[in-house]
């Protein structure tokens, strides 16, 4: 996994593991924070214009992934906010939109 998805996974694993109404269970929590990070990878550079029908698969298949993976940790099926960040992520305070905070990492 390249470096920037890890350090994404772990910024997605810590704030995760702060909330106090989520699963403790850290392998769920693991799990999750290295498909968001992957998932929201695939969702930027589809966004880019820089995807290939392979990447829509792969974003396809993420998805179905992290849903799952979502509703274990205990956020629900919906993967984002109103705005396209994930459900909960602390970016969207500092960043206009999820975009802006993917590219950050």
Request: glycine share 6%.
């Amino acid at each position: 996994m390249k470096p920037s998805l890890s350090s994404r996974a772990a910024a997605i694993r810590d704030y995760v593991d702060k909330q106090n109404d989520l699963s403790a269970d850290p392998m769920k929590l693991y799990k999750y924070s290295l498909a968001a990070a992957q998932w929201e990878s695939v969702r930027l550079l589809i966004d880019s214009g820089r995807g290939t029908p392979a990447d829509d698969q792969r974003f396809a298949d993420l998805t179905d992934v992290l849903e799952t993976l979502s509703e274990q940790v205990g956020l629900g099926r919906d993967l984002t906010d109103s705005r396209g960040f994930l459900v909960r992520d602390p970016s969207r305070i500092i960043c206009d939109t999820w975009q802006e905070a993917a590219e950050g990492w």
